[in-house]
């Protein structure tokens, strides 16, 4: 078999390697695509490769790199993780990802392995109802303090005066879940370099399920760690629960494998194959879910019943946001909020009536879902954040699917009659 040469993969296109990149069939009997490895445990040829390897898990000299230490036990590797962690990390650019059983897991086991009690965090609200409640509840008992302020193309000036010696990272959804506000990610860095270069290193990570891996690569423009809730576009079909934590620098990834191992939050063998599987049509569900998106947005934006649309396709240059969307996106994608007139009835009503667009939490899937922010996935927010994050009760969020845009738009139509 013809094998492609570090050079020319260095020329290929993220969806041509998430066919085949990383797997040689050949070492499964000519399998084209990879079979599930489901197993805990990997043999050791001698005893004195399972001796070396504890003592590189016990900080006994230099490891080879990780694909070269051989497998040992499926918490800490496993053919399928790996598969999905070398694609995901081709497709980002980025040095090295580890996959987890959920989004929930890769950013609690990245925030413990990058936070200490003592340290501060900035986050930029509103982030994910879960993430919120992490930060809020659980970092903070471990005094974990949080510094909360609005996202937006004025967080940058906002974050400046709340970096002191104890900030290690700034926490940043861009686009923000649910109101899709911006947040200028490189601005952010530049603020971390120049503020953390005597307090020591500022951290920008960033949660960029909302945009999915198609239409922005936060890395580009300056986050250390890269975050992803796999569940949505990169599983993309509603089928598997799933995430992966990305980074560039070598201390890093080491931190994130290391507490990954202690704390077990793998995902299963199946799990990760399913995100592999799905890797393959990424590019074609989202851009296919976005061209869908701007038709639905215009519909939304043009219709008596709604008061105002949040959809990055509908920036124009005169929204303060819109620079910040044209340096770090290739695209709008497929998320939309949308403020009814009137309030929390309404909303139910309209949710209520839909016929072909599912009423279900989460989002980037095949199948078009609509949920209520406020009563739903950030019913856990302080009524503070709420405020911050326009999470209002005639807020309603849609996550645009692959369906037929004239059925949906019916749907749409029909539903917010009856609002
Ligand atoms: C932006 C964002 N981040 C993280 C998560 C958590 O991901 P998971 O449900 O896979 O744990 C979600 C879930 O909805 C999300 O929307």
Not at 86 to 106: Q, V
Request: aromatic share 8%; with cysteine.
């Amino acid at each position: 078999m013809t094998k492609l040469t570090d050079s020319e993969i260095a020329r290929m296109h993220p969806e041509t390697l998430a066919l085949s990149y990383g797997f040689d069939p050949w070492l499964s009997e000519g399998a084209v695509k990879p079979p599930v490895f489901l197993t805990s445990t990997f043999a050791f040829k001698h005893a004195a490769d399972g001796k070396q390897f504890f003592a590189w898990a016990h900080g006994e000299g230099t490891p080879p790199p990780r694909r070269e230490m051989g497998l040992i036990y499926s918490r800490i590797n496993n053919p399928n993780l790996e598969i999905f962690e070398d694609r995901i990390a081709l497709w980002e650019g980025m040095r090295d990802a580890y996959s987890f059983s959920s989004g929930m897991a890769a950013i609690a086991t990245t925030l413990l392995a990058t936070h200490r009690p003592g340290d501060e965090m900035i986050v930029c609200a509103p982030v994910y109802g879960g993430t919120d409640s992490l930060i809020h509840t659980f970092l903070k008992s471990l005094g974990i303090t949080a510094h909360f302020i609005p996202a937006g193309f004025e967080a940058a000036d906002l974050a400046a005066p709340l970096i002191t010696a104890r900030t290690r990272s700034i926490f940043i959804e861009s686009p923000a879940n649910p109101n899709n506000r911006l947040t200028d990610i490189a601005r952010m860095k530049e603020l971390a370099i120049r503020r953390g270069q005597a307090a020591g290193r500022v951290l920008v990570i960033v949660d960029n399920t909302m945009a999915g891996p198609v239409f922005a690569h936060p890395a580009r423009v300056g986050a250390d760690i890269v975050l992803y809730s796999a569940t949505k576009f990169i599983g993309g079909h509603s089928d598997v629960v799933g995430g992966v934590a990305l980074a560039n620098d070598d201390a890093l990834l080491t931190a994130i494998a290391q507490h990954r191992a202690l704390l077990g939050g793998m995902p299963n063998p199946y799990t990760a194959w399913l995100m592999t599987r799905s890797l393959e049509t990424l590019k074609i569900r989202a851009e296919q879910q976005q061209r869908t998106a701007e038709r639905v947005a215009g519909f939304l934006a043009g219709h008596p019943k709604v008061r105002k649309v949040c959809y990055l396709g509908l920036l124009t240059a005169s929204d303060p946001d819109y620079a910040i969307y044209k340096r770090q996106h290739s695209g709008p994608g497929s998320l939309i909020s949308f403020y009814l007139r009137g309030g929390e009835r309404e909303a139910f009503a309209f949710l209520d009536s839909l016929k072909v667009i599912k009423l279900a939490v989460s989002l980037g899937s095949t199948e078009s879902l609509a949920q209520h922010p406020a009563s739903m996935t950030h019913s856990g927010l302080t009524a503070e954040d709420k405020v911050l994050g326009g999470i209002t009760d005639d807020l309603v969020r849609l996550s645009v699917g692959i369906e037929h845009h004239e059925d949906l738009l019916w749907d749409i139509g029909q539903a917010l009659e009856k609002s």
